[in-house]
């Protein structure tokens, strides 16, 4: 049976586990075949001083067109971090196209964090976003990207605006579920997530532990996750507790082990890809295809999590 596909536009940090150094292997630790386009180049994550930031709009054009002419479709769409309103246009231009007929768009809206825009964004890329989150099945915004696109602009309504109406506002634009990340919780923490399904109204938060410590590329993680759990066959609502398991049970080993924090969570180890080379070179009948990790990781599910001390 083929693997689901999915093509994943964000941006490509050179230095931490976030954005598509994140989506890839996760996506494919699940079985996913990932085709990854970086919306930007980064020489490391935003959360690093100085980073060097390229735009890629030129080669999303044209990659988009060849893979029109390969007549190339997807399964799902995933897009995270774009990095103009023209990219976004770019995208509702040509991703109709790329979609199976029932594809899934899942829109993670990268836009800000802790109450305020990110620096190299401005409100006109919030109404940009808007038009993208109005063709998509799932959006995956945090609780400050979830207030701005449902029309706030002060960093001050994060701790005002209610959950529930915040959805329906969300619903209005035209997606079907709406998963919120870092929303308010019952003790007053930004860590628990909220879903809303627009069919039936349908509304539920779940509870997380809080943990007080930030690692970027989380929200990457959790998108990753819950995309591939439904491609596996999961409903949303099981998805989005496996992801939470998950992704609490990363940050717990993470905590000790991570020196750098801004690098992200800990998911990758030493000793993966040697094995997966050697798993790889009698199933692999076009080598230009790279590392078939897909089979690697079925054949030893734990590759994935084995380290080196």
């Known amino acids: 049976m083929p693997h689901p596909k999915v093509l994943a536009i ?5 230095f931490g586990n976030t954005s598509l150094m994140a989506i890839i292997p996760i996506m494919n630790r699940m079985g996913i075949e990932v085709t990854a386009m970086p919306s930007a180049l980064l020489s490391a994550n935003t959360d690093y ?10 080669l999303l054009k044209k990659s988009l067109t060849h893979w029109k002419e390969l007549q190339l479709s997807f399964d799902a769409v995933y897009t995270g971090f774009l990095g103009s309103p023209a990219q976004v246009y770019l995208l509702l231009e040509n991703l109709p196209s790329l979609l199976k007929k029932e594809g899934i768009v899942l829109v993670d809206p990268v836009l800000a964090d802790e109450g305020k825009l990110y620096s190299c964004y401005t409100w006109e890329m919030v109404e940009a976003m808007r038009s993208l989150v109005s063709i998509s099945h799932i959006i995956t915004p945090n609780w400050t990207e979830a207030v701005f696109l449902s029309g706030y602009k002060n960093g001050k309504d994060l701790k005002t605006v209610r959950v529930y109406e915040c959805c329906k506002k969300l619903a209005t634009l035209g997606p079907q579920n709406i998963v919120i990340t870092s929303a308010p919780d019952s003790q007053g923490n930004f860590s628990s997530v909220a879903f ?15 943990a007080p410590v930030i690692f970027p590329g989380a929200g990457d993680c959790f998108s990753a996750l819950l995309l591939a759990g439904i491609l596996n066959g999961c409903d949303i609502v099981q998805s989005i507790e496996g992801t939470i398991a998950f992704l609490q049970e990363a940050i717990t080993i993470s905590i000790p082990v991570v020196q750098d924090r801004k690098t992200g969570i800990d998911l990758i180890s030493a000793s993966f890809l040697e094995e997966a080379i050697t798993i790889s070179i009698p199933v692999v009948q076009d080598r230009k295809t790279g590392i078939d990790l897909i089979s690697a990781l079925k054949k030893d599910p734990h590759l994935f999590y084995s380290h080196k001390e």
């Open 10 to 14: 964000h941006d490509l940090s050179g």
């Open 49 to 58: 001083p100085d980073y060097i930031l390229q735009d890629n709009s030129e």
């Open 196 to 210: 809303f399904a627009a069919e039936n109204n349908f509304f539920r938060e779940f509870e997380c532990n809080y």
